[in-house]
Structure formats: structure tokens, C-alpha cells
């Protein structure tokens, strides 16, 4: 089973700055990864799916790195709406994974 | 627009049993696959089971094998979990997930706004 193991665990940054969110598998993943944002009281939403996808009416400061084991999320000017908990998940087999979530704070 | 919506969550006994439903609306149900995702409170997300479109196949997280059954009713586009033996450590907010897609990789394009389960004496 693939680890996924998210770093930093709490970001504490200002509205305007750069968020860079990392996760890190424990084997190659190709590019079969996702990246969740979940608000307080919400349900977790899809942002970027296959490395670098944005889903669906999700805005261009969020784009998706990486490849094999180590990715990338960031978000260019952080934004109110943005200070959440972000996952990023991975799927070939059974079981499907999530990381640990990396929390993005007002500073 | 996928709607998903959850329900039969509440506060059972250790050793008891809940069914969850989830009605989804907005999409083809029976052409994918759906999925259940708890959230322990406080905690972050973990992938509990799936069943396929067309009621197989199903897969779980080893926790929860033999005591949880997936399944579904196309017919009435409802999803079910079937949760048996429960344990305090099954306390959760219980998310169903709709696959984003009908085939390739699993990326949960939409999620119900989920159903609290709380296993307690």
C-alpha cells in the first residue's frame, strides 16, 4: 500500500502571499494524483486531479506538480476563501489513499 | 447538478448496526462507480469502500471487512453502507463520493455533505 505523507502539517501564512504544499509517496505514483481542498463544516472538494488537471471551475492561482513520488500544490496569492485543509490522494489499487492534509492558516 | 445526500447516521451502541443511504440525482447513477469516505472528528480523510456501476466490484479498507457491506439500487439511484459489529473507532463523518469520472483512475469529483456515525455506550 502507497503512503502519502504531506508536509508541512500547518502553514501559517498572509492573504496575498504563496502557499506551496507538498506531499511525498512512498513509491511512484506516475502522475495518478489528486489534491482536495476541505473548508471547515465542508465537504472535501476536487481541485486538481492527474498531477496538474484543474478541476472543473476551480480558479488558475491553484496548479499541481510533481512527478514519481514527490508533487506539488501551490497557490498563488492566497486568497480569504483559500485558508483550508488540503489532501492529496492517490489511486491504482485498493486501497485508495489520502495524505494526512496540510493545513493552510491566516498567519 | 450531481446532488448526493446522505442519511441514517446517529448514535448506536458498541457491537450495533446502521445502514447509511446515499441519494444522488444529476447524473447516470448506474454508470459509476461510488464510493464511501469517513472523517473521524478532528481527523482527516480515509477511503472506507466502492462498489462499481453495476454493483461490482466492491472493495474495502481492511478495517472494516466483514463487518461493512457496500452495496446499491440503480433502479432507485441510492447507494448503501451496511455497517455491522461497530466499534468506537467507527465514529465518523461518513461521505459518499461520486468517481469523476466513468473509467480511468478514481478521482472524487463529488462528495454529499456526509452523515455522522457515533458508536457509544
Known amino acids: 500500500e502507497i503512503v502519502l505523507t504531506q508536509s508541512p502539517v500547518t502553514l501559517s501564512l498572509s492573504p496575498g502571499e504563496s502557499a506551496t504544499l507538498s506531499c511525498r509517496a512512498s513509491?511512484?505514483?506516475?502522475?495518478?494524483l489528486a489534491w482536495y481542498q476541505q473548508k471547515p463544516g465542508q465537504a472535501p472538494r476536487l481541485l486538481i486531479y492527474d498531477t496538474s488537471n484543474r478541476a472543473t471551475g476551480i480558479p488558475a492561482r491553484f496548479s499541481g506538480s510533481g512527478s514519481g513520488t514527490d508533487f506539488t500544490l501551490t497557490i498563488s496569492s492566497l486568497e480569504p476563501g483559500d485558508f483550508a485543509i488540503y489532501y492529496c490522494?492517490?489511486?491504482?489499487?485498493?486501497?485508495?489513499?489520502f495524505g494526512g492534509g496540510t493545513r493552510v492558516e491566516i498567519k | 447538478e450531481v446532488q448526493l445526500v446522505e442519511s441514517g447516521g446517529g448514535l448506536v451502541q458498541p457491537g450495533g448496526s446502521l445502514r447509511l443511504s446515499c441519494a444522488a440525482s444529476?447524473?447516470?447513477?448506474?454508470?459509476?462507480?461510488m464510493n464511501w469516505v469517513r472523517q473521524a472528528p478532528g481527523k482527516g480523510l480515509e477511503w472506507v469502500s466502492v462498489?462499481?456501476?453495476?454493483?461490482?466490484?466492491?472493495y474495502y479498507t481492511d478495517s472494516v471487512k466483514g463487518r461493512f457491506t457496500v452495496s446499491r439500487d440503480n433502479s432507485k439511484n441510492t447507494l448503501y453502507l451496511q455497517m455491522n459489529s461497530l466499534r468506537a473507532e467507527d465514529t465518523a463523518l461518513y461521505y459518499c463520493?461520486?468517481?469523476?469520472?466513468?473509467?480511468?483512475?478514481?478521482?472524487?469529483?463529488?462528495w454529499g455533505q456526509g452523515t455522522l456515525v457515533t458508536v457509544s455506550s
Open positions: 462498489i462499481g456501476g453495476g454493483g461490482v466490484p466492491t
Open positions: 513509491q511512484s505514483v506516475s502522475n495518478y
Open positions: 490522494q492517490y489511486h491504482s489499487n485498493w486501497p485508495l489513499t
Open positions: 444529476g447524473f447516470t447513477f448506474g454508470s459509476y462507480s
Open positions: 463520493a461520486k468517481k469523476k469520472e466513468v473509467a480511468g483512475v478514481t478521482y472524487l469529483g463529488s
